[in-house]
């Protein structure tokens, strides 16, 4: 539960020092005190090898966020934010040590799957690829998961609206 | 052939014809690619390749684990589905399974009947009004529900370290009773699934006196939204202590009662020893939370690992299991209804008094009284029920233990006062992915006795 590992002297750009090897490339952040760390989506499945290594052995939740609506969000300096957002939850038990992965993916862009790391991912890279439309190349089996096969569109996503089938009022106007 | 064409043009004259009907029905089932595929479809390299990541071993030895041999023909093996309409799927949940004889070979769980977008839903209720979108998902523990999206609302808001005592204590005096009541419907279901019906009669019946507490406190015996950010919605009832008492007194000789039909039953333990087993690795790597992973072994609990509210200050017992089996977890379930009165207990001794809710204007809505004595508290309780209260940009992500496992809440907030995105980590949802795994090899008569053994709540997993 402490949050503070070895060095605390050494956390100058970012706010929080990790008590874990922090994976090449990733840029650590901070989160009301929950660490966080942005990885590129190149150097996604190495970062969650790396960090399975340093003992985050499960994947405890794996999702996505669709920032279409809210580009301004703030984000450390070094990380370009992109439309959609997978956030990856790995938990170290041995540690009772959590950490958090955002990754930045583009539109129509896809992601390396992390089924061969975690298989826990199975159910949730699908729900994504569901709700968001965001492919995972490598996925066993990548269908939808909670729509129906024939569904059209990714329900998650901002300019996906709620209430597509438009209400009809008698003798109003459109 | 004629006479089949005979009949369909003579159902289209008699209009609704039973032949167009089932068709019709059966038409309606398919989910196409989501479907398990005959094995003749897929590469023995698929078919081993969830097996072994898994069980974090080669592809070959993988493959030594199936006991048919990789070019059995379609005579041999056959897939049937169970559900979505079945009595034991605790909802629409939907198995294919590929059997050989009476032996299950391959499992997929096809899911999202009960999909109704709660977390769309969440995107455009207020973080007060949230709460009564949450706790519809895990309906056999609402407050578990609540609890965590407050207590993330509350981490976002930075309000989480002054939640007053008395709210935190109350709160988990809410969260073990309704751990008793989830773990008593499960011995109901469970029984009723094995064939054990008089003891569903029993575990409704103690779950009901549960659900008549909850009543008391909160008005309603389900879907409470009671707690909301800040706190709480009102504070106990005159009388509260009794109710408990009576519940805590009422309860062991009902559980006696419980191991007397089930627990030491030679039929009962046949039909679970050794059935559905999952090994520790297999749990971590599915993820599994909850007596699941406390059944093979692994005593973790979020209540003990990483505590919240006030568990650090209570004392009780994490249960384990050996086996990993559905009888550890049937037994896991029983005990922890022992360990979660042993916790009543406790707060009922320590419960403070004091506030039940922040005092945050901002967050709390004033009392009924001063809104008609005071102009900002007229403000205030308009701005709160009208527009919300606004929540700070950020993102969280807060877990506790639910009777099912870890439940956890991810909210991300662009600064207004609804969740830009809100996403809950629903602990069936990870935990149906242990069927596949805890059926292979197992026989099709057990499938129920494992499907029960998860204690799977179709509205958490589909959401």
Redesign the interface.
Known sequence: ?TVTGADQATSSASSVSASFVVPQGAVVGE??G?KVLFVESAKYLAAIESLYRDGF?????L?A??YLT?PG??LPTGVVGERFEV?V?LLS?SR?E?V?VRVQVADNASLASI??V???S???ER?VFD?FGIRFDGH??L????????WDGH??RKDYS?GRIPVQFKGAAS | MTTIDDRTTEAAVTGAGSAARITSAGASTSEGGQELRPRSEISQKELMREAGAVLRMSESAAAALSELSADAGEDQSMIINMGPQHPSTHGVLRLMLELQGEKVLRCKPIIGYLHTGMEKTGESLTFLQGGTNVTRMDYLSPLNNELVFAMATEKLLGIDGDIPERAQWMRMLLSELNRMSSHLLFMATNGMDLGAVSMMLYGWREREEVLRFFQKVTGLRMNHNFIRPGGLAADLPAGWRDDVLHLLDMLPPRLAEYEVLMTGQPIWRERLQGVGVITQSEALALAATGPILRSTGLAWDLRRDMPYLKYREVDFDVVVGAHGDAYDRYAIRLNEIRESMKIVRQILERMPSGDYRIQNKKVTPPPRGRIDESMEALIHHFKIFTEGFKVPEGEVYVAIESPRGEIGCYIASDGSSVPYRMHVRAPSFVNVQCLPHMMRGGLVADAVAVISSIDPVLGEVDR
């Open positions: 539960m989160s009301r929950q052995t499960m994947c405890v939740d999702t966020v669709d809210h969000r703030s956030v939850n038990l009772r959590r958090r089924f061969d975690h298989p826990s199975e159910a949730m729900e709700m066993p089996d269908t939808r998961i909670l729509m129906p096969e024939d329900p998650l709620q």
